[in-house]
């Protein structure tokens, strides 16, 4: 992904180590390791704590699909609240489906299977088959086109009367200018290379759009809530481990950036390195929102 | 949608909004204010008077003051408090950008709603100032700003950009980049700066779409008036040509009549004491 060489890179040592300049938001080792359970806490706790909509009635369930599952945090504290409820999570990225599966084996949880599966493909499972499949932050692995495609597909494994609840986050305001910033080129190179349902790229546009695409699936009772996501100093440790997060996203996004011309290397740089300083101000106020929309299928 | 430009109508969606917002915020104070110690109350930028009536109404102990730059919003306002036979809720018109006219520690809480930017990045401080001037020392500020969140409807996002390049150009903005127009996310460093104390921020969607939300909806009608008004000064700053903002709108407003719309905005509610 990284072509280019860059000095800060090289005074880092490691490329996939890479925050340029996060003085202080370094992420320890500690937090490598639990970054995933934190950003989990992190969306739940916007959530209100609740790990699908209330409508659901998940206990009356057998069988559940995690969509893109990552480290399967989401999938291990349904595990717990559900110790009945067979769960299987999937996703295309081999490194958190490995951490998954070594948590779920020293935890000897049967209930739980994982897969390494494409989920923009069709899957290799039968009509029918599950009472629940959920969905969260799948943007970055779903290009819009697709989405309805994949749908489509969670639709025919869902049970009738089985419920679909995809969740996705959309980055609103913050009071740091340069992470304003990167977000608008951010959203403008996914939209040059098809990646944006917003043919101006101003803003990646999935989250409000999931809703339509239910309705449009015909899906019965289709409904969504809406949770903001707190990015400010009142959002704590784990808001500015999301934010480097997402500076490091955009750093991988770098070439992508500099190849379509929309800015020069050295003033994406400067971006990184302004936004790095301000989300360290300690009065960071700024906000997302957690768009999740749900619907049953119907009886047919 | 003619119907939105007349005054009765306008009224009534300020109240729908008004009740939606408080709905959202779950009340019409932050859960911080004691409002049993709460007798003299500033409200600045008050429109029609919808929140300060309904404090009044609600707080038997309570006297309001409200200002608004806007005489014919006054007037709306003083019809309004009349109507409910208040005499604790007194309306003046008065330019917020110069020294207020009112005597130092005098009030308990100065309150402020905004969906606009208000105030010059540089007119901020000197306003907050003032509210720091004119409350007790014991005294609360709650800013309230709303700022436009995403939405399923092209048009309303085009919208929101448009509004952001306008603000921007009409030298609104925090600073040159993007997005940064809108007061709400600086409030908490403005207050900071203004000398104000154990400052805090909480941030609430309101849903402007789904089905069966009439207060919603009723909001984003309200925003559309205001949205006719930006027609001028974005032909002006050369953002859309009279045409394309023409067809824009006619857009939005179909948009919203359609099973999926899907849209929020947020409502970015700062405070701090004064000592």
Known sequence: MMQSSHPMQQSSGNAASFPPTLPRIQVSQSDTANLNTLLHQYLLRAQEGRLYPEIIPVVEMECALDMGCGAGEWIFDMAKNHPKLRIYGVDVDEMPLHRATQRRNAKGLCQIQLRHIDITQPLPVPDSFFDFVHMRRCTRSIAPTQWPGVIAECIRVLKPEGWLVMAELELCQISSPAMMAIQSVMTQARAKYGNSMHIRGEMTGMAPRLYGMLLQAQMDNVAYDLHTVDLGFMGGHTARLFLTEIIRYAWRMRPMVVEQQMMSSEGFDELIKQASSELLAPDLCGWGVLITAYGKRGNT | ?275
């Open chain 2, 1 to 275: 949608m003619e119907n939105l430009h007349s005054g009765a109508m306008v009224s009534v969606l300020e109240q729908a909004q008004h009740h939606h917002v408080m709905h959202c915020l779950e009340g019409l104070l932050p859960p911080i204010i004691d409002v049993y110690k709460l007798k003299q109350v500033l409200d600045v930028n008050c429109h029609g008077g919808a929140w300060a009536v309904e404090l009044a109404l609600a707080y038997p102990g309570v006297m309001v003051t409200g200002l608004d730059s806007d005489p014919e919003a006054i007037e709306i306002a003083r019809h309004k408090a009349m109507t409910a036979k208040l005499q604790r809720v007194r309306f003046y018109e008065a330019n917020l950008t110069v020294p207020l006219k009112l005597q130092d520690e005098t009030f308990d809480l100065v309150h402020l709603f905004t969906s606009q930017p208000l105030f010059h990045p540089n007119e901020w401080p000197h306003f907050l100032h003032e509210c720091k001037r004119v409350l007790k020392p014991t005294g609360v500020i709650n800013l309230v700003n709303v700022t436009l969140g995403p939405g399923s409807s092209h048009a309303y996002q085009r919208f929101c950009v448009l509004i952001d390049q306008l603000w921007r150009a009409m030298g609104y903005g925090f600073s040159d980049k993007p997005g940064t127009a809108t007061p709400g996310v600086y409030f908490v460093r403005m207050l900071n700066e203004a000398g104000f104390n154990k400052s805090s921020y909480d941030i609430r969607p309101i849903n402007l779409g789904g089905w069966n939300n009439p207060g919603g909806k009723a909001c984003y009608q309200l925003f559309l008036k205001n949205l006719l008004k930006t027609r001028e000064p974005l032909i002006q700053y050369k953002l859309i040509s009279g045409d394309e903002f023409d067809a824009l709108i006619a857009q939005t407003e179909k948009d919203i009549l359609e099973a999926d719309f899907c849209a929020m905005v947020a409502l970015i509610s700062a405070f701090a004491v004064k000592r």
